[in-house]
């Protein structure tokens, strides 16, 4: 059975940084496309980065500059790195992963950033 487990999040004042990881489990093959989304209360879900086999990369407006994403194949895992970090940016944040179309998603880390 495919697990994503998310870890990283917390409190941090703005300006600060986190980083997030995301550890895929029970699987043998590589996804094709890796991302983290977050979800503000009251708000939809949205895409904040996006990283694909190639490597190609992809960013929400709004964390563009500030947010890094990245994969380590070989241990199955990727990260978001998240400097400058706004209130804004408060938000449950969830880990996907996605091959053949199938999805699969991580439980979510909160991340709260106070003034």
């Known amino acids: 059975q495919v697990q994503l487990v998310e870890s990283g999040g917390g409190l941090v004042q703005a300006g600060g940084s986190l980083r997030l990881s995301c550890a895929a489990s029970g699987i043998i093959f590589s996804f094709n496309t890796r991302a983290w989304y977050r979800q503000a209360p009251g708000k939809q879900r949205e895409l904040v980065a996006l990283?694909?086999?190639?490597?190609?990369?992809n960013y929400a407006d709004s964390v563009k500059g500030r947010f890094i994403i990245s994969g380590d194949n070989a241990k199955k895992t990727v990260y978001l790195q998240m400097n400058s970090l706004k209130p804004e940016d408060t938000a449950v944040y969830y880990c996907y992963a996605g091959r053949g179309g199938r999805q699969y998603w991580g439980q979510g880390t909160q991340v709260t950033v106070s003034l």
């Open positions: 990283i694909v086999t190639d490597g190609s990369t």
